[in-house]
């Protein structure tokens, strides 16, 4: 039987530590603020923050004893309750993200935490070790990712094995006794080998690793730079606490601009603090940034202070995402994410986001290397002529009740009386250069197996699934569009929310080729369901 282990010692540490920052507020406010305080309600309030502490307490300690876990060679098994025992098992199988997060105190201690996340909903989903031996999380890491690979080779070879049935029994009948001793050899040749290849397959392949010039490329796009705003604005109010006098204030301020140079110090001494956060702050999030793979999983590592790794299963990736900010289409950059069927958590986004500023020649060459089922092309078609001259005479809504609602009030801008009106015009030109954009940016492919759309004004969203991943299609034409022979097609994703893409204004007989491209799924998915049913029988 696989032995049971308790959590590690530390946890106790880690969940007095949480205890202490969630109270904080608390202890700081009665013991700090109200510290000499004869208060009825403040000696009370006091007395009640003690049992509260004590009962924590004494809960973090029942439930360290109470808890313990197992991982035999299939399922994790956890063990809750000391009266009513409830017992949890998670099978490896389904496990869909494997994350690690070490942070300074992990760091101090030498520990780390690892969560291992399945496509359920519901907290009883995810099997996570807030506290662990490095050496500890790895055993566990391995063995579900040596626990998937044996499956899945298992499958194929039972499906290989249907295939060839009549031909092995036909052979079988004609072998004599040294052919079969043969085959024996042969099997466990081959039985050895399937082995090797197995360890082969757990090797990682590193396919992008952050240098110093991709980090001062990050610090720049990502506007780490203006965090600085903030802190000048309360640096501003803690000299006027200082200087009550607003003039006093006003004055020293403006003693400083008069002079040119000194002007010119300050804001050079801004951009230069500025350029330094950003760069610091990127640095610690996203230096010493990897990207490697294996045959069934995607791992990816950040950060220096604090160390953040985790892992995406290949075969739950539905969809792939590539999006660009006006800064990074400048600059050359893009951000890749992965839909995945078992994106849970408000840190769904980070997890399945690779690293955000990646070249783009080098993001598509990435995916193709990790993915070798998907594959980005370039050559994409443009939307028709008359699409534009829909979007651009499309009413607009935003615009009319804005309009509407100045033409009400009349605002009195820079002494301007008729200044309304001229917000309205400047309104408008945005929208209709955003539309006009939109338009010579939307693009889309539809190949054998895949589709790729990209859309977006400001910033491009390029969208790439194969069509065993997309769930359900939708083909949709209002008048106009059915006028000018156009149409709009949504697909949906499996993803945790549900992932809906569309894209607007494709020509007409496209669409009658998407719906019939995507009518040919039905052959594939019923070639998935034989195969499945055949390897469990």
Request: aromatic share 12%; with cysteine.
């Amino acid at each position: 039987m696989t032995e049971m282990k308790r959590h590690h010692a530390l946890s106790l540490l880690w969940s007095l530590g949480n205890l202490l920052k969630s109270t904080f507020a608390f202890i700081l406010f009665l013991f700090v603020f109200r510290a000499g305080s004869d208060s009825t309600w403040v000696f009370y309030a006091r007395i009640i923050f003690y049992i509260g502490i004590s009962i924590a307490l004494i809960s973090i300690i029942w439930k360290w004893f109470t808890t313990r876990y197992a991982a035999d060679e299939k399922a994790f098994h956890i063990y809750t309750g000391a009266f009513s025992r409830t017992r949890r098992t998670i099978p490896y199988t389904k496990v869909q993200n494997v994350s690690r997060h070490t942070s300074f105190f992990h760091r101090l201690f030498g520990v780390t935490s690892i969560r291992f996340e399945t496509g359920i909903k519901g907290d009883d989903a995810t099997f996570l070790l807030q506290v662990v031996s490095v050496s500890e999380a790895e055993r566990l890491e391995k063995q579900v990712a040596l626990h998937l690979s044996e499956v899945q080779d298992t499958v194929e070879g039972i499906m290989d094995d249907e295939r060839n049935v009549q031909d092995e029994k036909s052979l079988l009948a004609e072998r004599d006794i040294e052919t079969e001793e043969q085959a024996g050899s042969d099997v466990s040749a081959n039985a050895n080998d399937n082995a090797n290849g197995i360890k082969g397959k757990l090797e990682h392949v590193v396919h992008y690793r952050s240098t110093r010039k991709d980090v001062f490329k990050a610090s720049f796009t990502s506007l780490s730079f203006l965090v600085l705003i903030p802190i000048l604005g309360s640096l501003y109010s803690t000299v006027k606490d200082f200087f009550p006098d607003e003039t006093v204030t006003e004055s020293l301020v403006l003693s400083w601009l008069e002079s040119w140079w000194v002007t010119s110090l300050i804001i050079l001494l801004l951009i230069l603090i500025s350029v330094g956060l950003g760069i610091v702050r990127t640095f610690v999030k996203y230096g010493d940034f990897q990207i490697t793979s294996d045959d069934k999983r995607i791992y990816i590592t950040k950060g220096m202070l604090e160390k953040t790794s985790f892992s995406i299963q290949k075969d739950r990736v539905q969809a792939v995402k590539i999006t660009q900010s006006l800064m990074k289409r400048m600059l050359g950059l893009a951000e890749v994410e992965l839909t995945t069927a078992g994106s849970l958590g408000e840190a769904s986004q980070e997890i399945n986001t690779l690293y955000p500023f990646l070249p783009v020649r080098e993001a598509y060459r990435i995916i193709e290397e990790m993915l070798p089922s998907y594959h980005v092309t370039e050559e994409m078609q443009r939307l028709p002529q008359k699409a534009l001259w829909l979007r651009v005479l499309k009413p607009n809504w935003l615009w009319i009740i804005v309009t509407g609602v100045l033409a009400y009030f009349k605002p009195v801008l820079f002494s301007m009386e008729q200044s309304w009106w001229m917000i309205s015009l400047l309104l408008i030109v945005c929208i209709t250069t955003c539309r006009v954009v939109n338009f010579y940016h939307t693009r889309y492919a539809l190949n054998d197996q895949f589709i790729q759309f990209r859309s977006g004004a400001l910033t491009s969203t390029l969208f790439l699934s194969k069509r065993e991943k997309v769930i359900e299609i939708k083909i949709t034409r209002h008048p106009l569009q059915r006028k000018l022979g156009l149409a709009s097609i949504h697909t949906v994703n499996r993803a945790k929310p549900v992932m809906h893409h569309h894209v607007h204004d494709i020509p007409g007989d496209v669409a009658n080729a998407f719906q019939m491209w995507y009518m040919r799924r039905s052959n594939e998915v019923q070639i998935r369901v034989d195969k499945g049913r055949g390897a469990l029988r």
